[in-house]
């Protein structure tokens, strides 16, 4: 808040309003194949997505009967990172697991 002194000897206080913007979020969704295995896909989510094991194991599972499944909801950038991430350790270890970012 800003104090203006006027003419007399009192005060006029102007609020000023400020705009914060939060960024979007997006959700990482990982995609079912027929290739990569569920422990994998289990592995991932531990070490890419900080997931405990009850919560990777949960998770694998709605990827497994649904077709996909929410991996976690972050800022475009740290969700754009992880994908990547994931892609280039399913490659790595010789799987086609593919996972995509929607806005949440």
Avoid: W
């Avoid at 499944?69 to 990172?81: L, W």
């Amino acid at each position: 808040m800003a104090k203006r002194a006027t003419d007399s000897d009192s005060e006029t206080i102007i609020k000023e309003e400020i705009d914060v913007r939060h960024p979007k979020s997006y959700r990482v969704i990982l995609l079912n194949d027929n290739y990569t295995s569920m422990d994998f896909v289990v592995s991932v989510l531990e070490t890419i997505f900080k997931k405990s094991p009850a919560e990777a194991m949960q998770i694998m599972l709605r990827v497994h009967k649904n077709g996909q499944a929410v991996a976690g909801i972050f800022s475009r950038q740290i969700a754009e990172a992880k994908i990547a991430l994931v892609h280039d350790t399913a490659r790595g270890a010789g799987f086609p697991l593919r996972c995509t970012m929607e806005e949440a």
